[in-house]
């Protein structure tokens, strides 16, 4: 029995707890912003800049909340699926990315956040440009040279460390052998004709 017979199917969803402390952060943030916008409003010293970029805050968190309550209550079933076959994240798409189309998997790192980000052939990047954020991390990405999907782990039941070891664990598994060595195949000698 091989290895990649022995590795069960996951299926990843988002943890409850994360997605109330992002909650909770992102309602106070906005209760801050609106608080320090409206009592301004009546400062002496305070600029229109400033009331300005209070408003501008309070906007962005509030939005923040409502996207994490609504997560809150539709965040029943997985979302992030690895096989022996591939990935998949119906945050980006319903297909699977197969392992074999996977070149590389690199932990990409941006300011405090942490991001996997799976090499792929550049007909399946396409596919899974995912959403706004995603599309721009992608073309930063592609910036520098790399077709990549980018998988989040932000609000799931397993962290971006443990995500990219499984990730890379899978991908081992379910590649063909000759993937990582290109030898060549010997020539099979001419049958005699009789």
């Known amino acids: 029995m091989s290895e990649s017979q022995n590795l069960p199917n996951l299926a990843i969803g988002y943890s409850r707890a994360r997605l109330l402390t992002l909650f909770g952060g992102s ?10 916008a409206f009592a301004w409003q009546e400062g002496k010293n305070i600029t229109s800049f400033q009331v300005a970029a209070c408003y501008v805050g309070a906007v962005f968190f509030g939005l923040a909340t409502c996207r994490m309550l609504w997560r809150l209550f539709s965040a029943r079933q997985p979302v992030v699926f690895i096989s022996r076959v591939g990935i998949r994240d119906t945050r980006l798409a319903d297909e699977t990315i197969a392992w074999s189309a996977v070149r ?36 930063m990405n592609k910036a520098l040279g790399a077709d ?26 379910g ?7 290109a030898v060549p195949e010997p020539v099979p000698a001419p049958e005699p004709v009789s």
């Open 27 to 36: 309602g106070l943030l906005t209760l801050l912003f609106a608080g320090l």
């Open 104 to 139: 590389k998997i690199m932990l990409w790192e941006q300011r405090t956040q942490k991001f996997v980000v799976l090499k792929v052939d550049p007909l399946i990047a396409e596919r899974f440009s995912g959403g706004f954020a995603t599309q721009a991390l992608v073309l």
């Open 148 to 173: 990549s999907v980018v998988v989040k782990a932000g609000g799931l039941t397993m962290n971006t460390e443990t995500l990219l070891e499984t990730c890379k664990q899978y991908w081992g598994a």
């Open 175 to 181: 590649r063909p052998a000759h993937a990582d060595h």
